[in-house]
């Protein structure tokens, strides 16, 4: 049989009252299956679709509903974080080749709920600016916009649905008491968390540019950075001649890392040449959070030096 939408959909409102309307209760064949679906998510594994027996629905529904419990319960971010992104991607290969019907239903759900507009299909302002992914393409002034509405196409509001998806996944409700299956498991799930999260920078404070920190803190806490925020990143520590080793250990933190694709865009960079963008270019993507007038990140060390001479010799 094919998937039903409870199981391509596992986070939604049908699937929940499936689970709670079923007397299906913890076991092992499910935490084990729960643990599977954490891990494949840490390694960046994609799961093969394959059919689903109806007998078998409740398990995958049930391994769902305890892999984020054991979440909520670790409260580890890269887990959550790396989860959340694995799930989305899921959802929304399901979504690509779905009925018109289902994406209606499952948009509703989302809150995406795209209409006709002088024969476009366009979304609400608010909607699209809630789950539009960072990323310049979908930046408003690029769009095309008109009487609060911004037209889209369907793999575009595929897209905003997956990143709906990612945002619904990172919000766990805390869970102080679960049932030791879930401790026990938990703890299984731990050993597989990397020991240290982010390898230190051997930078001494206040020789990155506050664009830079800001960058580098959201690695730190497994926050996703776009294609631009990347890239500039990259071009950054490479040309502070940082390890690339030290670099691959950053990038490693963020939750949908891909080890083989970020090996190959470093290796660009470098083979590539490319020089750290102005801080014009920073601004129009969006990465630029301080007036610091000194046109490129690189030119921070001068700045901070000539900030210093100022104060010693006033002082």
């Not at 391509?8 to 929940?16: D, G, Q, R």
């Not at 299956?33 to 398990?59: C, F, N, T, W």
């Not at 498991?185 to 540019?209: H, I, R, T, W």
């Not at 996703?224 to 950053?250: C, D, P």
Request: net charge positive; aromatic share 8%.
């Amino acid at each position: 049989m094919e998937f039903s939408f409870s199981s391509k959909y596992p986070f939604t409102s049908e699937a929940k009252q499936k689970v709670e309307g079923s007397s299906l209760e913890l076991n092992d064949e499910i935490m084990e299956r729960a643990v599977q679906r954490v891990v494949a998510a840490l390694k960046g594994e994609k799961e093969h679709a394959y059919r689903l027996h109806p007998s078998d629905e409740l398990i995958e529904l049930g391994s769902y509903a305890a892999a984020r419990v054991m979440l909520a319960y670790l409260k580890n971010r890269f887990l959550t974080g790396r989860f959340a992104v694995a799930e989305a991607k899921r959802a929304s290969s399901f979504m690509r080749s779905d009925s018109e019907e289902n994406i209606r239903k499952l948009g509703d759900e989302l809150g995406i709920k795209p209409t006709e507009f002088e024969g476009r299909m366009v979304l609400p302002v608010s909607q699209y600016v809630s789950f539009s992914p960072r990323s310049v393409d979908y930046r408003l002034i690029f769009r095309n916009v008109a009487k609060g509405f911004v037209e889209v196409k369907r793999p575009e509001v595929i897209r905003l649905m997956e990143e709906a998806v990612r945002i619904r996944m990172e919000a766990l409700k805390p869970v102080q008491s679960p049932p030791k299956i879930i401790q026990e498991y938990s703890k299984k799930l731990m050993v597989l968390v990397p020991k240290e999260a982010v390898m230190k920078m051997s930078f001494k404070e206040g020789d990155n540019p506050p664009c830079i920190e800001k960058l580098l803190e959201q690695a730190r806490a497994h926050q996703n950075l776009n294609h631009q925020a990347r890239w500039a990143l990259a071009v950054y520590l490479l040309s502070k001649n940082v390890s690339m080793e030290k670099v691959h250990s950053i990038f490693s933190n963020l939750p949908d890392y891909d080890e083989k694709k970020t090996k190959y865009q470093l290796e660009h960079v470098v083979k590539r040449g490319y020089t750290m963008p102005a801080c014009a270019t920073l601004l129009s993507y969006g990465i630029c959070v301080a007036d610091c007038r000194i046109g490129s990140p690189l030119n921070w060390k001068g700045k901070v030096e000539n900030w210093k001479k100022r104060k010693s010799s006033s002082s």
